[in-house]
Each structure stands twice: as structure tokens, then as C-alpha cells.
Nanobody, 125 residues
Framework: QVRLVESGGGLVQAGGSLRLSCAAS????????MGWFRQAPGKERECVAA????????YYEDSVKGRFTISRDNAKNTVVLQMNSLNPEDTAVYYC??????????????????WGQGTQVTVSS
């Protein structure tokens, strides 16, 4: 059983930056692909970024390309989402998730087995 705990959310003005971290425990972190999802009120949960278990493959949703960066540190069992140039459309609850799928950066919710509790990101205009 993998436990995921997110941190780093908060309130930021448009154009600002936030750094989300996800700490994993209870499993072999390097065996899991990791993803960051978000869900805004009234909208479906979407994958904004994902990274393969080896860190050599990543995925970004189109609206965050060039602004968000996902990275992982297998020695520290952490995955980070660096978010720059934030805008109000980025406001959502952000979730960290772990997938047992190897060789790729999964982007669909059913591909993920473990989820964190979520952290709120609010971007004011």
C-alpha cells in the first residue's frame, strides 16, 4: 500500500509560481509512474503532468506545457510539480497519484492505483 501526501498548495497571484511536492511511503517508489491531476469545481479530473518510473518519459497537458515541470527523486521518494506563470484557470485541487504501469507516463485516472488527499491551488486575477 502506497501512501501519498501532497504539500505546497496555496493562494498566489496570476503570473506567480508554486511548487507542489508529493511524498510517498509504504511501497517501492521507483516502481511507480507518478502523475499530477487537478479537478476544478464542476469539471472532470484531468492529468496535467506525468512521469515514468525511470523519469525518462513525461507527459504534459497542452494548457500547462512550457509552464509546469514534473520531476522525481527516487532516492527521496518524492515527485515535484513546479508551476510557473500561473493563471486563474489553474485554480483547482491538485492530486498526486501513483501508477504501476511501466515504460510510459500514464495520463488516465484508471491507470493510477494510489492517490493523495489533494492540495488546493488558488490563483487570483
Amino acid at each position: 500500500q502506497v501512501r501519498l501526501v501532497e504539500s505546497g498548495g496555496g493562494l498566489v497571484q496570476a503570473g506567480g509560481s508554486l511548487r507542489l511536492s508529493c511524498a510517498a511511503s509504504g511501497g517501492t517508489f521507483r516502481s511507480y509512474a507518478m502523475g499530477w491531476f487537478r479537478q476544478a469545481p464542476g469539471k472532470e479530473r484531468e492529468c496535467v503532468a506525468a512521469i515514468s518510473w525511470g523519469g525518462d518519459t513525461s507527459y504534459y497537458e497542452d494548457s500547462v506545457k512550457g509552464r509546469f515541470t514534473i520531476s522525481r527523486d527516487n532516492a527521496k521518494n518524492t515527485v515535484v510539480l513546479q508551476m510557473n506563470s500561473l493563471n486563474p484557470e489553474d485554480t483547482a485541487v491538485y492530486y498526486c497519484a501513483a501508477s504501476p504501469i511501466r515504460g510510459t507516463a500514464p495520463r488516465r485516472s484508471p491507470e493510477y492505483a494510489y492517490w493523495g488527499q489533494g492540495t488546493q491551488v488558488t490563483v487570483s486575477s
